[in-house]
């Protein structure tokens, strides 16, 4: 939460959905889910509604923490191990499957070839069908390198290139996802409710019990996603999202067809 271009950019969109809609069907059957978060709990303020109800239907979700820890006045007695305690616990409250942290150092973190690569063979482990990442205008450096990286990575993981990374190109997400955590998005795209989740959410960001002496981050996150849920539907709690990238949803079998009717017994013409 610690407060380019390139070929990969090439392959994203945006506005290619309602504003303020979901789009249905985008996330029927989903199986796999990555979400890459530049800081311990941006997933959980970013996305981590989603993230439970991603899990309630079914999906293992993966979650990449790039960067490590930056000590402050406030939390420095905290060790290193019971930090990392509040990471597990706070993946615990969401149902993640997998939390995988790259520890990249925190106000020295540069995108390179080999952290590239680090989050390409993730990806191509993983194969998602839905990513989520910082939006494009975070209010952090590190969140809008972070959003760099994965766009690249997101290429790269496609690419017949990079065979250092390991495994085949993975497929094209199906939907890609901005989230935001410093800077609330003027605009957004895409509108999931979390009214069933808000209760884990809450509860995940508790779990940073070092974060919250920082400030009552447990309070903003149930705030905004009720805010949220305002004005995306009137009422309720939601989460809101810029669409990177958008597929069309797998199509699903047509209804069986009946067999036509036999002709009746002597109906038929010579």
């Given at each position: 939460m ?15 959905a309602?504003?303020g ?22 997933d959980?303020?970013g996305c981590g ?10 999906a ?8 490590g ?54 990806l ?7 990513v ?6 975070d209010?952090?450096?590190?969140h809008?390198m972070v959003h760099?990286l994965?766009?690249e990575a ?13 495994g085949p ?13 410093w800077a609330p ?7 999931e409710?979390i009214g ?8 995940a ?10 400030a ?5 996150v ?5 805010y949220?849920g ?12 810029q ?10 079998a ?7 009717p ?9």
């Amino acid at each position: 939460m610690t407060a380019g271009s390139s070929e990969g950019t090439a392959e994203v969109t945006t506005g290619v959905a309602t504003p303020g809609v979901a789009t249905p069907g985008v996330t029927t059957g989903v199986t796999d889910v990555l979400v890459v978060a530049p800081h311990p709990d941006d997933d959980v303020i970013g996305c981590g509604g989603s993230i439970a109800k991603h899990v309630r239907d079914g999906a293992r979700v993966t979650v990449v923490i790039v960067i490590g820890r930056e000590r402050s006045a406030l939390d420095d007695a905290v060790t290193d191990a019971e930090f990392a305690a509040e990471t597990e616990a706070a993946a615990k409250a969401l149902g993640v499957h997998r939390c995988i942290r790259f520890e990249e150092p925190s106000r020295d973190f540069a995108l390179n070839r080999r952290v590239h690569l680090d989050l390409v063979r993730v990806l191509r482990e993983v194969r998602p069908q839905v990513v989520y990442l910082p939006h494009d205008n975070d209010d952090d450096v590190e969140h809008r390198m972070v959003h760099q990286l994965t766009v690249e990575a997101l290429w790269m993981a496609r690419s017949e290139f990079f065979q250092e990374a390991g495994g085949p190109p993975m497929p094209a997400p199906r939907l890609v996802l901005g989230y935001e955590v410093w800077a609330p998005m003027a605009r957004f795209q895409y509108a999931e409710d979390i009214g069933g989740q808000i209760g884990a959410k809450v509860e995940a960001m508790r779990a940073y019990v070092s974060q919250l002496r920082h400030a009552a981050w447990d309070e903003g996150v149930e705030g905004l996603a009720r805010y949220r849920g305002a004005v995306s539907a009137g009422s309720g709690y939601a989460e809101v999202f810029q669409v990177l990238s958008l597929a069309a949803p797998p199509p699903t079998a047509p209804p069986p067809t009946a067999p036509p009717p036999a002709d009746p017994a002597g109906g038929g013409r010579d």
